[in-house]
């Protein structure tokens, strides 16, 4: 449930999926997107998500990933895939984001990622302002 006031809205986002250059510099021309860098589009979506539904109050920055599963259920090609991030679960000091990318119209990832707030290098509670962020996005 959501905090009077306020509207669950799932964050969603069409984003690039592009590959880096090689470690020779060398630009990759293969269409298929290997796994990690389908992680590091959804790493990248519920960072943007987090930041854009705090208004900058509550970012990636202060959050470490204690827990990453993914499943993938096609291939990923260069382009542009859209992408849906949920909070799941939220509990003391972590939370739990779903990632879903789709690319031309189908289903293609789903990663799940806990998230765990870290002040001074130790896990902290999460403040009432937190959970009021993160119940817009569930």
Do not use: C
Not at 67 to 73: A, D, I, L, R
């Amino acid at each position: 449930s959501s905090p009077a006031g306020s509207v669950p809205t799932m964050y969603r986002a069409t984003l690039p999926l592009t590959h880096r250059p090689a470690r020779d510099g060398s630009a990759v021309e293969a269409a298929h997107v290997p796994a990690y860098l389908a992680l590091e589009l959804a790493s990248q979506a519920w960072a943007d998500a987090l930041s854009h539904a705090s208004a900058g109050r509550f970012t990636a920055m202060d959050v470490m990933i204690v827990n990453v599963t993914s499943n993938f259920s096609r291939e990923l090609l260069v382009g542009i895939a859209d992408v849906e991030v949920s909070v799941a679960k939220v509990g003391r000091s972590s939370f739990s984001v779903d990632v879903a990318i789709d690319q031309h119209g189908e289903r293609a990832a789903l990663a799940s990622f806990t998230l765990v707030r870290v002040v001074d290098g130790s896990a902290s509670a999460l403040t009432d302002d937190h959970r009021r962020v993160l119940d817009t996005l569930r």
